[in-house]
């Protein structure tokens, strides 16, 4: 069955420091890869997405990820963090024209000031 | 921006009772998704629709769960008996095409006693 598992359940940052969250999926065949975001009480929202392409993908508030096909893998980076970061982080996966995301069991991060 | 919206964002119901759980996808959206976040765990996917049908379904979509687009606009959740594991936050989520995110609700949060 296809999974998704991110490597770290909780990680705890100071402001400034370099952030890259793991993300790991289990099937073998073409897939789109999604990072999603959710901060304390608010809905999922999208970081960035790979279809193909440039295997490097740039999002939002200055987030990046890179597949490595070899890998299965899909890390989340970001070279400085920022308090405003803290919150839970969802890796997510979906068959190429596929119809459901399964999703990562998450990552929260905390960032301290 | 268009955004998927959901009503309520807070719903308490009684174990056993129904309850509809009312998603407004976004308006030239064809794809629509249901998932379900236990507190403390991970986004698990529900249900996929697609023109008027379900196209896609989790094991933990029973036949106590139901869906609905009744007017074209609106896209609903029942519980036909509610049970106390059914406490979770609810997302609906919608996507306009097969090659494109999901854009998800703010949630509702739903609470059996």
């Known amino acids: 069955a296809q999974s998704v598992s991110q490597h770290n359940h909780h990680v705890i940052l100071s402001e400034a420091a370099s952030l890259e969250l793991g993300c790991n999926y289990s099937?073998?065949?073409?897939?789109?890869l999604f990072w999603y975001v959710q901060y304390p009480g608010q809905h999922l929202q999208l970081l960035l997405k790979?279809?193909?392409?440039?295997?490097l993908v740039k999002g939002i508030k200055g987030f990046e990820a890179e597949f490595i096909k070899s890998k299965f893998s899909f890390n989340l980076r970001k070279p400085s963090v920022q308090w405003s970061d803290t919150a839970e982080y969802f890796c997510a996966v979906n068959r190429d024209y596929g119809q459901n995301f399964v999703f990562g069991p998450g990552t929260r991060l905390s960032v301290l000031p | 921006e268009p955004e998927v919206t959901q009503t309520p964002s807070h719903q308490v119901t009684q174990m056993g009772q129904e309850v509809i759980l009312r998603c407004v996808p976004i308006s030239n959206h064809l794809y629509f998704y249901w998932y379900r976040q236990i507190l403390g765990q991970k986004v698990e996917f529900l249900v996929s629709f697609y023109n008027n049908e379900i196209s896609e379904k989790s094991e933990i979509f029973d036949d106590q769960f139901s869906v609905e687009r009744p007017d074209g606009s609106n896209f609903t959740l029942k519980i036909r008996s509610t049970k106390l594991e059914d406490s979770a936050m609810y997302f609906c989520?919608?996507?306009?095409?097969?090659?494109?995110?999901?854009?998800f609700g703010d949630g509702t949060r739903l609470s059996i006693l």
């Open positions: 989520a919608s996507k306009g095409d097969s090659n494109q995110p999901q854009h």
């Open positions: 099937y073998g065949g073409t897939v789109n």
């Open positions: 790979y279809f193909s392409g440039d295997p």
